[in-house]
């Protein structure tokens, strides 16, 4: 009778373990690379690519800069700052980026800010983990020129690595209920004897 317990709540326990597992399983990485976004014509309102939007926050005017399938930003009026966010409004995790350029600053919903000094070279940057979690990225340009008229400053990005927690599985959730269903029973049973 002992061993038979003993192994009913090994089962369960394993089934729990199990779907907790593969619930928290992590998502691939998506690379945004800003592929033909030069063929949406000049000044686009926006860019939406696996699942994500960059617009840019400038009321009425805001329009994105491009330049050979990468984004574009200066510090001119109308431009600065742009915003990274999931279409669904959900968080993630922004990993890195190519960049190149001017001074710029990533401040994030939840404060974490990551800054970069000016006349950078193409580099790949990893960013905090304080960028997990995220609902959205604003990116500035660091010193902006009001006026808009002369003397631009200019940065570069491409390649924006960002990873999304998975949506479990219909088939991991019923594990997890098994498991925990299992010891529920198991709980039952032992309570009654």
């Keep these: 009778m002992r061993q038979t317990s003993w192994m009913k709540r090994s089962i369960a326990a ?5 779907g907790a597992f593969a619930g928290s399983a992590c998502a691939d990485p998506v690379t945004l ?3 033909g976004i030069d063929d949406i014509g000049p000044y686009p309102p926006s860019w939406t690519e696996s699942g994500f939007i960059i617009t840019s926050l400038v009321p009425a005017s805001g329009h994105l800069h491009t330049a050979l399938d990468t984004l574009v930003l200066h510090d001119g009026f109308g431009s600065s700052p742009y ?18 350029g001017a001074d710029s600053a ?13 006349n950078q070279p193409w ?3 990893t960013m905090p ?11 500035y340009m660091s010193s902006v ?3 808009g008229l002369v003397d631009y400053h200019w940065a570069y990005l491409d390649n924006v690595v960002t990873n999304v927690s998975p949506v479990p599985e219909p088939a991991q959730a019923a594990l997890l209920g098994l498991g925990l269903a ?3 029973l198991h709980r039952r049973r032992a309570q009654r004897a």
């Design 33 to 35: 690379s800003f592929t």
């Design 83 to 100: 915003q990274i966010r999931r279409i669904d409004g959900g968080s993630f995790y922004l990993i890195g980026f190519d960049f190149a």
């Design 129 to 139: 983990l304080a960028f997990q979690n995220v609902s959205y990225v604003n990116w």
């Design 182 to 184: 299992g010891l529920l």
């Design 14 to 18: 394993a089934c729990l373990a199990c």
């Design 145 to 147: 020129e009001p006026s």
């Design 106 to 118: 990533f401040i994030s919903n939840t404060g974490a800010s990551f800054l970069i000094p000016g």
């Design 123 to 125: 580099t790949t940057f």
